[in-house]
C-alpha cells in the first residue's frame, strides 16, 4: 500500500516508521528542507527523532502534489491550529478513493471545531474516507517497536476494518470504534490537563495530588465530551483514560513538560521557544471557551487557562481548586 504522512516532526516520523515497518511504501511530507534532506539522505529526521533509523522504504518530499496523488492512505499529522492551509493543498491532490487517517490531536482555537469537523468543512470527503487515530502512544516508542495499542474511530466500518488490518502488527494494536467526537475529544482534552498534572509536579504537590488531578480531569473531559456527542465509554477506553495517564504521567509527554516548567516558575515564552508543538496550549483556550459555550463547569481546565492567560500563578490556582464549595463526588 501507498502510504504519504503529512507532517515532518516526532510523531509524523514514528508512524512513518511503524508503517514502513507494516511493510508498506511511505512518503513523508515536512515543510523544513532539513528534514527532506535528512530523511532522504541519511536516513534521519536530524530536527524530530535524530537518533531513529528509518526503514529503506520511507522517503521525504516537500511537495504535497508530489506524493499525495497516488495515496491510498494518507496520515494528517499537522499540528490543529495550521490544519486548514494544509488541507487547502491537499484538497487538490488528493486522490478520489484516498483515505484520509487524522492523528492530529486538538481543537481550533479560532473556530473550536474538532479535527473531523476541519477536515469536513475544507474536504467535504465521504465519511468512508476519514478516520481518526488516537490513543496512548509516544512517538520514541512506536518508533522503537515497543508494545503500543490505539484506537481508529470512523463512521465507516468497512474502511475501518480495512485500516485496522493494514496498520496493525505484533507492535502496534489497533481498535475500532464509531465515537469520532469521543475519540477527537479524548485526544484534544487530555492535553490540558497534562499541563495542570506537571504543574502539580513541578510545584511538588506530590502523588495524592497527582492522582486526585487525574481522576478530577477525566470527570471534566467525560462531561464534556458526553454534551458534545461523545459515548460514556469512550471516556474510559484507551483514547481516554489510557492516553490521559500517559500524557500525565510520562517523561515523554510535551504538555506535562509545560507544565512542569512553569510549576517551577519559567514563563510561557521561555517554555514555548523550542521546535516541540504542544498542543495543550491552545486547546485549552478553546476547551474552555467550549465548555462555557455548552455550560459544562471544567475547574481544571478553567485554571489551566487563567495560568496561561497570566491571569493567575499555579499556586493560587492549587489554592483555588482545593477551596471549592465540597460536594458529592459524582455531582
Known amino acids: ?42 536516513r534521519r529526521n536530524p530536527l524530530f527523532l ?5 526503514p529503506a522504504k520511507v ?10 496523488p497516488q495515496a491510498e492512505v494518507v496520515f ?12 487547502r493543498e491537499l484538497k487538490w491532490a488528493l486522490g478520489s478513493h484516498a483515505v484520509l487517517l487524522s492523528a492530529s490531536k486538538g481543537i481550533e482555537v479560532a473556530s473550536l471545531a474538532r479535527m473531523d469537523e476541519v477536515v469536513a468543512q475544507e474536504l467535504k470527503l465521504d465519511p468512508e474516507r476519514f478516520a481518526v487515530l488516537s490513543g496512548p502512544t509516544f512517538a520514541r516508542e512506536v518508533a522503537a517497536g515497543l508494545p503500543a495499542a490505539a484506537v481508529l474511530a470512523g463512521r465507516s466500518p468497512s474502511s475501518l476494518k480495512m485500516l485496522q488490518e493494514a496498520f496493525s502488527t505484533p ?41 486526585a488531578l487525574l481522576t478530577r480531569g477525566l470527570h471534566e473531559i467525560a462531561r464534556l ?46 517554555v514555548l521557544a523550542g521546535r516541540e508543538v504542544a498542543e495543550g496550549v491552545p486547546t485549552a483556550k478553546a476547551a474552555a471557551a467550549l465548555a462555557r459555550k455548552n455550560q459544562v463547569d471544567m475547574p481544571i ?8 492567560d497570566q491571569r493567575l500563578a499555579p499556586k493560587e490556582a492549587v489554592t483555588a481548586l482545593m477551596t471549592r464549595s465540597l460536594k458529592e463526588e459524582l455531582e
Open 1 to 42: 500500500m501507498k502510504v504519504v504522512v503529512l507532517g515532518g516532526g516526532s510523531w509524523g516520523t514514528a508512524l512513518a516508521v511503524h508503517c514502513a515497518r507494516a511493510g508498506h511504501e511511505v512518503v513523508v511530507w515536512a515543510r523544513e528542507p532539513e528534514v527532506v534532506d535528512g530523511i532522504n539522505r541519511e
Open 301 to 308: 481546565t478553567f485554571a489551566v487557562e487563567a495560568i496561561l
Open 59 to 68: 522517503s521525504a518530499t516537500g511537495a504535497i502534489g508530489d506524493a499525495v
Open 225 to 270: 465530551g458526553v454534551r458534545l456527542g461523545g459515548q460514556p465509554e469512550t471516556f474510559r477506553g484507551l483514547a481516554g483514560m489510557g492516553d490521559l495517564v500517559l500524557t500525565c504521567t510520562g517523561a515523554l509527554s510535551r504538555n506535562r513538560a509545560v507544565g512542569e516548567r512553569l510549576g517551577r516558575g519559567e514563563t510561557l515564552e521561555q
Open 171 to 211: 507492535s502496534f494494536r489497533l481498535y475500532r470504534s464509531a465515537d469520532v467526537v469521543g475519540v477527537e475529544l479524548a485526544g484534544a482534552l487530555k492535553n490540558v490537563i497534562a499541563i495542570a498534572a506537571g504543574m502539580a509536579t513541578g510545584l511538588g504537590l506530590g502523588h495524592n495530588a497527582l492522582a
Open 50 to 54: 535524530p537518533d531513529v533509523l528509518l
Open 76 to 87: 494528517f499529522v499537522v499540528p490543529v491550529q495550521f490544519a486548514r492551509g494544509v488541507l
